[in-house]
Structure formats: structure tokens, C-alpha cells
């Protein structure tokens, strides 16, 4: 236990593992840490101490590495902040796996803090060894395999380490794994360690607060991802174009994307990550009006594509411009990630829209260019007329309207359904799903990590099967400090699996594919204290869920047959194909 001092960096620690442990978790805090997550765990006891003494950190525990790790994105996500984990040695560092994947496609600042054994105690048979160096492989941006604290090593070595890694992370956002080997021993003795000797050199460091090390990258170097666009503006919106925006967190950035398309007079399709999903200036129906071939030929006068973000999820708009013969087409993303599946960008723009957008010159408004709006306005009379009954697409339609506050979207149908449902809103609403891997796995504790920094509620929506993945994550809602909702809808099991060309003969897709379990979230309710309602109707789910809104932590399980949103998804597309052909 360090020593409680009123100012400046403990002399005293309970072992020379806690001075390194220590200097770990206070550069980081001096770097933007806030927040840092802790499993269970003997090897990283030092790290633990270490994070439960510093009085500017919030320690967040969770039994279950996996969904400590996936708690740890939505903080950061929502925040804007690096989070850190920590874990003990063994498998427990292996179950972060899938969430550092997540993590390094989104960009996302996770700092894995490992304990790990001694390099001696590796591959003899010690107990809880595995080779951990380098175990996340290509999905880190930086790793280090640090020794075992020696007081023949500088303190500023440690700072160093940490300075240089968080740097490189501010360059290429996503996750940091640190192993740290620690012999023992790991818990508090008779007496504290003096460290004040091996400190001594850190000078000023033990007094201020500031880093260590300044990692200056300079104006020049800063502005060097966002090319002179002068050049090349004015021809390129000479076109008659239009603007995608796919995955973009930032509300207020977004909206400069919307008013550069006012400017522009081009149109605005947006995925429901963007956060202007419920924009009016939005063609918020474009996925199933491209059933109808007038809105896609109209479409189809676009010369040019200015995209914002990658990761789109309209299967029919990335097939739109997959196969458009387009006369240029650029992509701005701050991640330096290609994000572009079938080879189209011919510009790539490596800087937040906000950036892109500020540096671009003066342009007068133009008029608009298509009819696109009007077109669209039949498919979203039969979305109203599809959507007024208790089904996934009724429930998905209603919750863009009710939800308040953050909405986070699960994989499989539940992102498909909201990002072609909806109608266009009065008030905000940030949207967040995890589209890096778009795994199944994680998805609870990612919605929970994305409710602790934000005094507003949560909605989350996700599939039956996602929901058993991740059933130990519904342990940390007891601690939602703000209202938050998990809409599950049941369609007992993999439903997708009716949508995609899985040969249906013998038992096939019900057996392989689509997995049916025959269970129901009652219990699970009621095992993890949380309130519970099983809606019957459309509007019995408006009710619940407004209710659910007010306070506390409510899961609505919406029952549905297995075949009915393959159903409704094919019979809307045929209506919206049939009316074009009717006019």
C-alpha cells in the first residue's frame, strides 16, 4: 500500500512491483487515463493496488475478462478517452482477445495492462503460465514485454515506455497491450519498500504533473494528412455528386457533413452510425427505395462520391457504388485504414471531417441537382403501413422514434433493420454499434461501457443469440446509474439465416445455421435483478418501453416467429418494386 502523501509521488510502496505498477498508472493518468478496469487476479495485484490508491482513477471490476474488455471500448468510445485493463496472467489476458480486435478496426484507445509470470517460469510447468508476449499479434498499434521490476533499471524507463506507446497511439488510434512480469512478492509485507533513492532522479516528475517525456509532433507534421485540396475542390464538386456517411462519433462533427451537403446541393445518405441517421436533410429510407428502380436510376446521375467514414452497413448501397462507374470518389476517415471493400476511392483523406471541411475553400450554395427526395416517398409510405404490428421491424421502427438518450445496436438483423427503419426526429440521438468485426460477442458490456460516461439513458438492441453470448455482462447493469433498456428480440435463434442462400434440404439450416434453443429471458431477468416485460402487442411496447425510460434497468423480450422478418423484409422489398413499376 503506497504511502498517503499530500502532494507528489509516494516514496513508500508495499514491493518494488508497486513502484513500477505505480509509475505505470500515474503517467498514464498525466496522459488522459480516467478510467481503468479491473478483473480478478493474484499476478496483477500490483497493478490493482496501484489503480485502487490513485485518487484520480474510477476502478470498474468485472468477474469476466471478455466482457470487462468489450465495457472497456464503450467507455472509451463514449469518454474519448485511452481506458486500461488489467488481468492477471494465463487465459484471463487470452478472453480480451476479441475486444482488442474491435478495438484496433474501430480505432479505439484500450491499454491492456497484463501481469504475466517470469520469463523463467515459462514452459516447466508452473501453474497459470502461458506465453503471453505479443498474443493480440497484428491487433495491437504497440506491445511491450517489460522485464521484471529491478531497481537497476531507471524509473524513467517505465515513463518512458508508457510516454512513447501513447504516443504512437495518438498517431494510429486502437489498442496498446504492456506485459508486465512481476516476481513475487506480490502482497504487502511486514514493512513498505523505500523507493525514494530510486526516484530521486525523476526530479521534477515526483512534484508536477505533467509527463515525463513530450511527444511533440508540430504543426506541420499535424496538418500533413490533410492535402491541399484547392486544386482539386472546384472541379471535383463541378459534378453533380453525392455524400455517404458511414461510422462517425462525433455529433457535431457529423453535422458539418449535413450542412456541407446543403451547401453542395447533393444528396445525404447516411448509415445509422453516423449520428444524423434522423436528420430531416437525410434520405433516411435510401436502403429499401433502392428496390425502386426510379430512385436508382436518379441515384444513378451522380458523378461523383464524397464519402465520410468507413463501415458501412446498407449492403445495397455498397453494391450501388461498387458497380457505379464513378468519375472520382474520395474518402475521408482520420483512421489510416484503407475502408474501402471494393477498390473505388481514387482520393483518400486521411483527417476528422471537421478538419476536411474547415480547409476547403469557399464555395457558393448550389441548387439541387436530383428529385431524390419525392422518390423516396412512397417506400417510406409502406414502411409506415409494414410497421404497425409487433415484429422486429414494427419494434426497430418504433424504438428510432421512442428511444432517448444512446442507442447501441447489436450485429446481425438488429443493425440492418434500424439502418433502413426510422423516421426523421426533432430531438438527438447517438448511435453506436460495434461494426470493426461485427461479432455477436460482447455486445451487453459494450452498451453498459457506453452508459457510465453519459448522464442520459441507454437503449440497446440486440438479437437473442448475441444476448446468450454475452449473458454475464447483464451481472454489471445493477450498477447503471442512469436509466438503461435491453430490448431482445426472440426469434430463437439465428433468423439471418432465412435471408442468405442456405441450402434448406434435410435439416440443414435449422440444425447448422440457425441453431434453435427454445429458451426465453424470464429467469435471466429475474437472476440478475433487473426488471422485466414480454410486450404483446406494438403498442403494449411503446408503454413498457417509455416506462423502462424513467429509471432503473428493464429487459423487454419481444417474441417473435423465426420466419417472419425474412417474411416482412421480402414482401416490403416487392411492394416498393411493385409500385415503381405501377407509376
Same mark, same amino acid.
Given at each position: 500500500?503506497?504511502?498517503?502523501?499530500?502532494?507528489?509521488?509516494?516514496?513508500?510502496?508495499?514491493?518494488? !512491483?508497486?513502484?513500477?505498477?505505480?509509475?505505470?498508472?500515474?503517467?498514464?493518468?498525466?496522459?488522459?487515463?480516467?478510467?481503468?478496469?479491473?478483473?480478478?487476479?493474484?499476478?496483477?495485484?500490483?497493478?490493482?493496488?496501484?489503480?485502487?490508491?490513485?485518487?484520480?482513477?474510477?476502478?470498474?471490476?468485472?468477474?469476466?475478462?471478455?466482457?470487462?474488455?468489450?465495457?472497456?471500448?464503450?467507455?472509451?468510445?463514449?469518454?474519448?478517452?485511452?481506458?486500461?485493463?488489467?488481468?492477471?496472467?494465463?487465459?484471463?489476458?487470452?478472453?480480451?482477445?476479441?475486444?482488442?480486435?474491435?478495438?484496433?478496426?474501430?480505432?479505439?484507445?484500450?491499454?491492456?495492462?497484463?501481469?504475466?509470470?517470469?520469463?523463467?517460469?515459462?514452459?516447466?510447468?508452473?501453474?497459470?503460465?502461458?506465453?503471453?508476449?505479443?498474443?493480440?499479434?497484428?491487433?495491437?498499434?504497440?506491445?511491450?514485454?517489460?522485464? /521484471?521490476?529491478?531497481?537497476?533499471?531507471?524509473?524513467?524507463?517505465?515513463?518512458?515506455?508508457?510516454?512513447?506507446?501513447?504516443?504512437?497511439?495518438?498517431?494510429?488510434?486502437?489498442?496498446?497491450?504492456?506485459?508486465?512480469?512481476?516476481?513475487? /512478492?506480490?502482497?504487502?509485507?511486514?514493512?513498505?519498500?523505500?523507493?525514494?533513492?530510486?526516484?530521486?532522479?525523476?526530479?521534477?516528475?515526483?512534484?508536477?504533473?505533467?509527463?515525463?517525456?513530450?511527444?511533440?509532433?508540430?504543426?506541420?507534421?499535424?496538418?500533413? #494528412?490533410?492535402?491541399?485540396?484547392?486544386?482539386?475542390?472546384?472541379?471535383?464538386?463541378?459534378?453533380?455528386?453525392?455524400?455517404?456517411?458511414?461510422?462517425?462519433?462525433?455529433?457535431?462533427?457529423?453535422?458539418?457533413?449535413?450542412?456541407?451537403? @446543403?451547401?453542395?446541393?447533393?444528396?445525404?445518405?447516411?448509415?445509422?452510425?453516423?449520428?444524423?441517421?434522423?436528420?430531416?436533410? !437525410?434520405?433516411?429510407?435510401?436502403?429499401?427505395?433502392?428496390?425502386?428502380?426510379?430512385?436508382?436510376?436518379?441515384?444513378?446521375?451522380?458523378?461523383?462520391?464524397?464519402?465520410?467514414?468507413?463501415?458501412?452497413?446498407? @449492403?445495397?448501397?455498397?453494391?450501388?457504388?461498387?458497380?457505379?462507374?464513378?468519375?472520382?470518389?474520395?474518402?475521408?476517415?482520420?483512421?489510416?485504414?484503407?475502408?474501402? /471493400?471494393?477498390?473505388?476511392?481514387?482520393?483518400?483523406?486521411?483527417?476528422? /471531417?471537421?478538419?476536411?471541411?474547415?480547409?476547403?475553400?469557399?464555395?457558393?450554395?448550389?441548387?439541387?441537382?436530383?428529385?431524390?427526395?419525392?422518390?423516396?416517398?412512397?417506400?417510406?409510405?409502406?414502411?409506415?403501413?409494414?410497421?404497425?404490428?409487433?415484429?422486429?421491424?414494427?419494434?426497430?421502427?418504433?424504438?428510432?422514434?421512442?428511444?432517448?438518450?444512446?442507442?447501441?445496436?447489436?450485429?446481425?438483423?438488429?443493425?440492418?433493420?434500424?439502418?433502413?427503419?426510422?423516421?426523421?426526429?426533432?430531438?438527438?440521438?447517438?448511435?453506436?454499434?460495434?461494426?470493426?468485426?461485427?461479432?455477436?460477442?460482447?455486445?451487453?458490456?459494450?452498451?453498459?461501457?457506453?452508459?457510465?460516461?453519459?448522464?442520459?439513458? #441507454? #437503449?440497446?438492441?440486440?438479437?437473442?443469440?448475441?444476448?446468450?453470448?454475452?449473458?454475464?455482462?447483464?451481472?454489471?447493469? @445493477?450498477?447503471?446509474?442512469?436509466?438503461?433498456?435491453?430490448?431482445?428480440?426472440?426469434?430463437?435463434?439465428?433468423?439471418?439465416?432465412?435471408?442468405?442462400?442456405?441450402?434448406?434440404?434435410?435439416?440443414?439450416?435449422?440444425?447448422?445455421?440457425?441453431?434453435?434453443?427454445?429458451?426465453?429471458?424470464?429467469?435471466?431477468?429475474?437472476?440478475?435483478?433487473?426488471?422485466?416485460?414480454?410486450?404483446?402487442?406494438?403498442?403494449?411496447?411503446?408503454?413498457?418501453?417509455?416506462?423502462?425510460?424513467?429509471?432503473?434497468?428493464?429487459?423487454?423480450?419481444?417474441?417473435?416467429?423465426?420466419?417472419?422478418?425474412?417474411?416482412?423484409?421480402?414482401?416490403?422489398?416487392?411492394?416498393?418494386?411493385?409500385?415503381?413499376?405501377?407509376?
Amino acid at each position: 500500500m503506497a504511502t498517503p502523501v499530500l502532494s507528489g509521488f509516494a516514496q513508500e510502496h508495499a514491493t518494488f !512491483n508497486h513502484v513500477w505498477s505505480a509509475l505505470m498508472l500515474e503517467e498514464l493518468y498525466r496522459l488522459g487515463v480516467r478510467d481503468v478496469m479491473v478483473a480478478p487476479g493474484s499476478r496483477s495485484s500490483p497493478l490493482t493496488m496501484a489503480a485502487s490508491e490513485h485518487a484520480g482513477l474510477r476502478c470498474h471490476c468485472h468477474f469476466d475478462e471478455r466482457g470487462l474488455g468489450f465495457m472497456a471500448l464503450g467507455i472509451a468510445r463514449s469518454s474519448y478517452r485511452p481506458v486500461v485493463v488489467i488481468t492477471t496472467s494465463g487465459t484471463a489476458v487470452a478472453n480480451l482477445y476479441p475486444a482488442v480486435v474491435e478495438a484496433n478496426l474501430l480505432g479505439v484507445p484500450l491499454i491492456v495492462l497484463s501481469a504475466d509470470r517470469p520469463i523463467e517460469l515459462l514452459d516447466n510447468g508452473s501453474n497459470q503460465a502461458i506465453d503471453q508476449r505479443d498474443i493480440f499479434s497484428r491487433h495491437t498499434i504497440v506491445h511491450h514485454d517489460l522485464p /521484471p521490476p529491478d531497481a537497476e533499471i531507471k524509473a524513467a524507463f517505465v515513463l518512458s515506455t508508457i510516454d512513447q506507446a501513447v504516443d504512437q497511439q495518438r498517431r494510429t488510434p486502437g489498442p496498446i497491450h504492456i506485459n508486465c512480469r512481476y516476481r513475487e /512478492p506480490l502482497y504487502p509485507g511486514d514493512a513498505l519498500v523505500d523507493a525514494s533513492d530510486y526516484l530521486a532522479p525523476l526530479g521534477d516528475w515526483l512534484m508536477d504533473s505533467t509527463p515525463w517525456s513530450d511527444w511533440s509532433w508540430g504543426d506541420v507534421q499535424e496538418r500533413a #494528412t490533410v492535402p491541399a485540396l484547392s486544386d482539386v475542390w472546384e472541379a471535383f464538386v463541378g459534378h453533380r455528386g453525392i455524400i455517404v456517411a458511414g461510422s462517425i462519433d462525433d455529433p457535431q462533427q457529423a453535422q458539418q457533413v449535413v450542412a456541407l451537403s @446543403k451547401q453542395l446541393g447533393w444528396p445525404l445518405l447516411v448509415d445509422v452510425q453516423s449520428q444524423v441517421r434522423f436528420d430531416p436533410h !437525410n434520405l433516411i429510407h435510401f436502403d429499401l427505395a433502392l428496390h425502386d428502380g426510379r430512385f436508382f436510376d436518379e441515384l444513378a446521375k451522380a458523378e461523383v462520391l464524397l464519402q465520410f467514414g468507413g463501415r458501412l452497413i446498407s @449492403k445495397r448501397l455498397i453494391q450501388f457504388i461498387a458497380q457505379h462507374s464513378w468519375q472520382d470518389a474520395w474518402l475521408v476517415d482520420p483512421l489510416p485504414q484503407r475502408l474501402d /471493400p471494393d477498390y473505388c476511392v481514387k482520393r483518400r483523406v486521411i483527417c476528422s /471531417p471537421a478538419d476536411f471541411i474547415a480547409d476547403l475553400p469557399a464555395i457558393p450554395e448550389k441548387p439541387v441537382w436530383h428529385q431524390l427526395a419525392s422518390l423516396q416517398r412512397r417506400t417510406s409510405q409502406l414502411v409506415e403501413e409494414r410497421c404497425r404490428s409487433l415484429s422486429e421491424l414494427g419494434v426497430c421502427h418504433q424504438l428510432a422514434q421512442l428511444a432517448e438518450g444512446q442507442l447501441f445496436i447489436g450485429n446481425s438483423l438488429p443493425a440492418r433493420l434500424m439502418n433502413m427503419l426510422g423516421t426523421h426526429r426533432r430531438t438527438p440521438l447517438r448511435v453506436f454499434a460495434n461494426r470493426g468485426a461485427s461479432g455477436i460477442d460482447g455486445l451487453i458490456a459494450t452498451a453498459f461501457g457506453l452508459s457510465c460516461s453519459r448522464a442520459e439513458p #441507454t #437503449t440497446i438492441v440486440l438479437g437473442d443469440t448475441s444476448a446468450l453470448h454475452d449473458l454475464n455482462s447483464l451481472a454489471l447493469l @445493477k450498477q447503471a446509474a442512469q436509466p438503461l433498456v435491453v430490448v431482445i428480440l426472440n426469434n430463437d435463434g439465428g433468423s439471418i439465416f432465412h435471408m442468405l442462400p442456405v441450402p434448406k434440404e434435410d435439416d440443414l439450416l435449422e440444425r447448422y445455421y440457425r441453431q434453435p434453443h427454445g429458451l426465453n429471458f424470464e429467469h435471466t431477468a429475474k437472476m440478475f435483478g433487473l426488471g422485466y416485460a414480454a410486450p404483446d402487442s406494438l403498442d403494449s411496447f411503446a408503454i413498457a418501453y417509455t416506462q423502462a425510460l424513467q429509471a432503473g434497468v428493464t429487459l423487454i423480450e419481444v417474441n417473435v416467429p423465426h420466419q417472419q422478418v425474412a417474411d416482412d423484409l421480402k414482401a416490403l422489398g416487392a411492394a416498393i418494386r411493385g409500385a415503381s413499376r405501377e407509376l
